[in-house]
């Protein structure tokens, strides 16, 4: 039998690629968007703060300018509507406990709510001791570390966390690279 040959082929022309935008990892996320976009979005805990030191410099600016001036930004317009403005505002406090209870809370659009504070932040701690140490955590150690501090701080059995749809959001928060 005779092999049959092939038409020789030209090699295929790599992909044009386009060079990815450099990725800043010490800026909070923000929702901000080119002045085109104009729906509604859910803002970014920076970007409230933005909103809200633009009216501690305009103290006598009315809500609905506020609203108007964000939305009309050349670069990083905030779309936002006059009533959430102002159950924003007298969230205020909350949020700014919450910034300084959680300073990687920056780039979330919902404060990460935490039971049970002081076993977040030793497990928290000890994670970042296991990065210290060039350990990886992975879901099952978090999970028991995790039950091993609420017995060291006397947590009720009922409001001791057993499963583990807490492990995802934790890792998010505290942007924690979970390995399994």
Known sequence: MLAEKRKPRNKPVPYNRQPKKPNVKDAPLTSAQPVAHTSWQNLTLSDWLTVFAYIDAHPLTPQGDVVTHFKTLQSGALTFMQPTLSQKLKEHPEL?????????????????????????????????????????????????????????????????????GWIAPFCRVYKICEFH
């Open 96 to 164: 700014e406990r919450h910034l300084s209870d959680n300073p990687n809370a920056l780039s979330s659009k919902r404060p990460h709510i935490v039971t049970q504070p002081n076993v977040e932040k030793a497990l928290f701690l000890w994670v970042m001791h296991m990065e210290q140490k060039g350990e990886q955590v992975n879901g099952p150690m978090l999970k028991e570390k995790r039950s091993r501090f609420e017995v060291l701080f006397n947590v009720p059995e009922e409001e001791q966390l057993s499963g583990e």
